[in-house]
């Protein structure tokens, strides 16, 4: 037996892991919050109490610490007594004077950056500034005050007004502490000769000065993330006999090290020196303010941002926390045991067997997995490799074993691979998946951690860039728990207002679980009770929904000039895109159709053309598609389906047609089944131990979302009504107009403007509702018929003509 390899840094990762545990969890974040608010209570109190008695205490204070606090012969006139005492005298007399006020300040927010997550409080900024106004205003004091009252500057202060006085003299140093003070007020309000040029020129020309000149001191304060992880990887390399070589690589994903609470949150800031060489160029430029428009533009986005800062998308859920790992389960070790006379039989077995075919190994290889052991083979100079793989099924009989496969050769390592199960697979269990160091420390836009591969590494994919993703699998090969994991990838990745999910369940009990998450996660249709969608007509109208969001999100992009969502997002994030102009902030869309083959069969093109569609173009507007089916049939997985879905990822099936059908290629009907998958992504095929996670842990995942603030609803996709509902070709009835109708008709009077388009924007419609609704308005005589290009006339010219207009019909009716 091989011996295993012992690691002596073990227990010195384990203290630093169980360290970082601990400052990473919420409680102590919140315990170390309050405790500084307090404090910062504290000190105000007792500095308050020690300039009415520093005098009548100084005799008990002057003594040592400990015999101060532990001698009940010495008392003292502090409020908060001789703790109070102390630590006044220290602060004040000892260190800063007055200055020492500050320290309230300084801890004062910090409690509050740390307890409510305030983002306007930068934890370095704010110490640098606190550090340097100490020192400052403590050698001020001194010099002003140090002759009748030392007191006021402390100790310190006192020292350095006496180096600078015997420097500079009495005259001078009060000239330096004067520039100095000017000089940090200068740097703070990034003042310029421009900027006072401005000032002073605003008497005589007020126009000439923008909003951008006010110069208004920043408040930001910079904060850091300490994110603690820990994740040891070791290879482990064994020769049997002679020519024979075998692999291992284990995972050693230690349960103990997981991924904080709170995923990392990074904030970008401009830089001080771009900031001050823009404000120079606008200042210059604003003297042609009427021939350039667009730096107008330009310069009012530039003022937003540095006045309200970047458009934060979590703020309105500013509290949530994503799912802990203490949520998910262990299913045994992690690690992978090496079974030598397992793999010496199986070696044996393999040469035995291609030997009797006159087949001769030069070398062999063995790269262990969770359930599969990956024997590649070095066959002898002149072997065709179409004879070993044509012995397929004569190495399954000879190993006793199913789900035998063989690929020759493997990409990219000039060997023939032979795939056997082993005969104690291990569970892959989803909490080691999560606490990777690949997964935490993972930058895609939508990761997803699928689970662990043949050698045993853990796989992550970026549902973005795949972009959709098309599953098969016979019925209880893991399907369901496939989709399962994606759904808790993303959950424990990504906030609220960063994706949201469209859930399709035919079968009615898969996605259940989820409807406890549907005002954080789902999206919905207006006027719907259930989020996930159970009835195929409402599929349909949910799918053609889509499409109506698609289109609306392309003219969003062309309008912001942005290529994809993301390009967009930043640009809002960034405040160069104008809310009053229909531009929002957007998620990501998943949509997830749990059972393809049924809507197929009871739908058929209604179902199949709205998917094409956006499985072509719904990419770079942010909405992906996961369609799931247990047949993988040629009437079901369709040509126009299958090129749109370039990944795709096949469980166990039950023919080789099914498998070519899903993969263009064989593989997939030699899988072991319980979540032993192959995932293709337009060139090569991966095998995969999917990792497991069960119904019990996410229920407990989606109890622990739903538990927390929520949004007032799931996000509302635009309308869809479906032909059946429409009005006819004939005129519209005034006696079922819309709710919205006199809201709409007040909108189009007060802006003179008869658009679809105008209501979208302003009453937040998608588009066909908005057309009828202009229809009702033209049939109510309040806008003109439909002029082509252009826009319809009002007819109505003001609003009081319209509450007219409305009373008289109410009164006719």
């Known amino acids: 037996m091989a011996k295993k390899k012992t690691n002596k840094k073990q227990p010195l990762q384990n203290t630093f892991t169980a360290i970082g545990k601990a400052l990473s969890n919420r409680t102590f974040h919140v315990i170390l919050g309050f405790f500084l608010i307090f404090s910062s209570v504290f000190l105000l109190l007792a500095f308050s109490s020690f300039f009415f008695n520093w005098q009548a205490d100084q005799s008990a204070i002057d003594k040592s610490f400990f015999k101060l606090i532990f001698d009940k012969d010495y008392q003292v006139n502090n409020m908060l007594g001789k703790v109070g005492a102390a630590i006044s005298h220290q602060f004040i007399y000892n260190w800063f004077g007055v200055a020492s006020y500050l320290f309230v300040i300084g801890f004062a927010a910090l409690g509050l950056k740390i307890n409510f997550d305030l983002k306007s409080i930068k934890t370095g900024k704010l110490i640098r500034n606190l550090v340097f106004i100490i020192i400052l205003a403590s050698a001020t004091f001194a010099y002003l005050f140090g002759q009748t009252y030392p007191i006021m500057g402390g100790n310190v202060g006192y020292q350095i007004s006496f180096w600078l006085q015997s420097l500079l003299g009495s005259i001078g140093t009060g000239l330096f502490l004067l520039f100095t003070v000017i000089a940090y007020v200068a740097v703070r309000i990034k003042l310029s000769p421009e900027k006072l ?11 000439a000065v923008t909003d951008e000149d006010s110069g208004e001191e920043e408040t930001d304060f910079e904060t850091e993330n300490f994110v603690p992880e820990a994740e040891t990887t070791s290879e482990l390399e064994m020769e049997p006999t002679i020519q024979d070589d075998y692999g291992k690589e284990i995972d050693d994903d230690d349960d103990e090290t997981k991924a904080p609470e709170s995923s990392i949150e990074l904030e970008t800031e401009i830089a001080e020196e771009e900031e001050s060489k823009a404000e120079e160029s606008d200042v210059e430029i604003s003297v042609e303010e009427t021939e350039d428009e667009d730096s107008l533009t330009a310069k009012e986005l530039k003022r937003k941002l540095k006045e309200f800062g970047e458009y934060d998308p979590k703020l309105d859920l500013s509290r949530f926390k994503l799912p802990t790992l203490d949520l998910l389960n262990d299913y045994g070790k992690s690690d992978i045991t090496v079974n030598q006379e397992e793999l010496e039989a199986n070696k044996n077995r393999i040469v035995e067997t291609l030997g009797n075919y006159n087949i001769g190994i030069a070398k062999i290889k063995a790269t262990i997995g969770p359930t599969v052991t990956l024997y590649e083979i070095v066959p002898d100079a002149g072997v065709r490799i179409s004879k070993i793989k044509n012995l397929e099924d004569d190495i399954a009989l000879s190993l006793s074993a199913l789900g035998i496969r063989i690929i020759a050769p493997i990409p990219g390592r000039g060997t023939i691979g032979i795939e056997v199960p082993n005969k104690n697979p291990n569970t892959v269990a989803m909490k080691s998946v999560m606490s990777s160091e690949k ?14 591969t043949i050698s045993n590494e853990t796989y992550i994919a970026d549902l973005a860039k795949m972009p959709h993703l098309l599953m098969a699998g016979a019925t209880g090969q893991g399907k369901s728990v496939g989709l399962n994991v994606i759904l808790t990838s993303l959950l424990y990745k990504k906030h609220p207002s960063q994706v949201k999910f469209v859930l399709v369940d035919p079968k009615k ?16 249709l ?3 009770d259930d989020a996930i969608i159970t009835d195929t007509k409402k599929v349909i109208n949910t799918l053609n929904s889509l499409c109506i969001e698609m289109d609306q999100r392309y003219d969003l992009l062309k309008n912001a000039m942005a290529r994809n969502i993301k390009e967009y997002n930043t640009k809002f994030i960034n405040r160069r895109l104008n809310p009053e102009e229909g531009h929002k902030y957007l998620p990501y869309i998943v949509l997830v159709i749990d059972e393809f083959a049924d809507l197929i069969m009871t739908a058929g093109k209604e179902v199949e053309t709205p998917i094409a569609r956006l499985a072509q173009l719904a990419r770079a507007i942010g909405i992906h598609l996961i369609v799931a089916t247990q047949r993988p049939s040629v009437n079901v997985i369709t040509g126009i389906i299958k090129a749109n879905f370039p990944a795709r990822i096949a469980f166990r099936v039950t023919s080789k047609i099914d498998s070519r059908t899903i993969l263009d290629a064989g593989g997939a009907d030699q899988l072991i089944g319980k979540g032993d998958m192959l995932l293709s992504t337009g060139n090569d095929l991966i095998r995969i131990q999917c990792a497991f996670v069960d119904t019990p842990e996410v229920e407990k995942i989606t109890d622990y979302i739903g538990s927390q603030q929520a949004y007032p609803e799931a996000l509302l996709l635009p309308e869809y009504v479906g032909e059946e509902s429409s009005g006819g070709a004939g005129g519209v009835d005034l006696d079922d107009r819309d709710a919205l109708f006199e809201d709409a008709a007040r909108v189009v009077v007060a802006t003179q403007q008869g658009s679809a388009s105008l209501l979208q924007r302003k009453l937040k419609l998608g588009y066909n509702r908005a057309g009828r609704i202009v229809d009702q308005l033209e049939a109510a005589g309040i806008i003109g018929p439909f002029e082509g290009s252009k826009a319809r006339q009002v007819l109505v010219p003001d609003e009081m003509a319209l509450e007219q207009l409305l009373n008289n019909e109410k009164e006719n009716n």
């Not at 040029?197 to 126009?207: G, N, S």
């Not at 009990?509 to 919905?524: C, M, P, Q, S």
Request: proline letters at 7%.
């Open 439 to 452: 997964f935490q420390n993972s930058d895609m836009e939508l990761p997803i951690a699928f689970g662990k």
């Open 509 to 524: 009990v898969e996605l259940t679980l989820f409807n406890k998450i549907e005002r954080h996660y789902l999206a919905k």
């Open 526 to 528: 207006p006027g719907e």
């Open 197 to 207: 040029a401005a000032l002073f020129a605003k008497k005589d020309k007020p126009e």
